[in-house]
Nanobody, 121 residues
Framework: EVQLVESGGDLVQAGGSLRLSCAAS????????YGWFRQAPGKEREGVSC????????YVADSVKGRFTISADNAKEQVYLQMNSLKPEDTAVYYC??????????????WGQGTQVTVSS
């Protein structure tokens, strides 16, 4: 069974940090690109960051550049999103996704259930 399970979401004060984790199972981890997306109430889904595990290529959205870092541990089959200097506008449900393409606008094949990140001012 294909699964992506996110964890690490929490309530944090502005300026704080969180690390989101995404555990993948049920498919060949190394064959996929992984993306972190977020969706706030009343807003469209936004591609935050993605990583291609085959060569480590990464993408980071301008809105989080310099604050968020994506990484992957192929041995553990996990993807991480380190989020620093959090702002209230980062509040959203964060989703992990896996696909065979590249980039924040591509179609992803598998999605997790999401984890809530809330940043208080």
């Amino acid at each position: 069974e294909v699964q992506l399970v996110e964890s690490g979401g929490d309530l944090v004060q502005a300026g704080g940090s969180l690390r989101l984790s995404c555990a993948a199972s049920g498919f060949t981890f190394d064959d996929y690109t992984y993306g972190w997306f977020r969706q706030a109430p009343g807003k469209e889904r936004e591609g935050v960051s993605c990583i291609r595990t085959s060569d480590g290529k990464t993408y980071v959205a301008d809105s989080v550049k310099g604050r968020f870092t994506i990484s992957a541990d192929n041995a553990k089959e996990q993807v991480y999103l380190q989020m620093n200097s959090l702002k209230p506008e980062d509040t959203a449900v964060y989703y992990c996704a896996a696909g065979t393409g590249w980039g924040p606008d591509d179609d992803y094949d598998y999605w997790g259930q999401g984890t809530q990140v809330t940043v208080s001012s």
